[in-house]
């Protein structure tokens, strides 16, 4: 009954934390707020419309800084290679996205020692090849990140964070889950030997006696 209990109150806190999550990708937004002189994350996220679909996608950044009209290339990611392609950015662009696998769906990057020549629009584009039986779809989605870089950082960024930290609690809920499954499992297994056991017992006693 403990275990069943356990069970439930994960389930259900688990149910509340996903509830806007989707085929265990969620889209969140970019945040938009870097501090000078530190690493900020650029987000970029595009889930798969059908996931039991094998699939192929590289990303691109591209950034127009603030008061420009054209953008200029300035990452390529290709799993398992990725190229900076600006010297802007040289040593300082960390890919963060999908790791391990060309099924890319998060293309994010950490710009290192962010500086307020940063400030501008960042593009990233996902081109992904779904193969399908018959033949190949081609898939192409940009987001748009607008990025304003300050001294220090505020409130409103910290809320920001608090959200995304909310999605990284997802994932341990999700291992949490497997981890309270596996027990009960094991409990539930070693009650249901240990009550085989019993009933072979009284068996053999049964049997003498009726000798």
């Given amino acids: 009954m403990i275990c069943l209990q356990e069970l439930m109150s994960s389930f259900l806190v688990f149910i509340l934390c996903v509830s806007h999550c989707h085929g265990g ?67 300082r662009l960390e890919w963060q996205g999908t790791m391990g696998t060309q099924d890319v769906q998060t293309g994010a990057v950490f710009i290192h020692n962010v500086t307020f020549n940063d400030t501008g629009t960042y593009r990233c584009t996902f081109q992904r090849t779904l193969s399908l039986p018959k033949d190949n779809e081609y898939i192409t989605v940009e987001k748009e990140v607008e990025l304003i870089v300050v001294a220090e950082a505020n409130r409103e960024m910290l809320s920001v964070v608090s959200e995304i930290m909310m999605y990284v609690l997802i994932v341990v809920l999700q291992l949490w889950m497997f981890v309270v499954l596996i027990y009960c499992y094991r409990k539930i297994w070693a009650e249901h030997e240990a009550r085989d056991a019993r009933k072979a017992l009284k068996a053999q006693k049964k049997a003498l006696l009726n000798e």
């Fill in 25 to 91: 990708c969620a889209e969140v937004d970019s945040m938009t707020e870097a501090v000078a002189g530190e690493s900020f994350l650029l987000g970029c996220i595009s889930c798969k419309r059908r996931e039991e679909v094998p699939a192929h996608a590289t990303v691109d950044w591209h950034f127009k800084p603030t008061g420009e009209d054209e953008y200029v290339h300035i990452f390529h990611y290709d799993h398992p290679h990725l190229e900076i392609l600006n010297e802007h950015f040289f040593d």
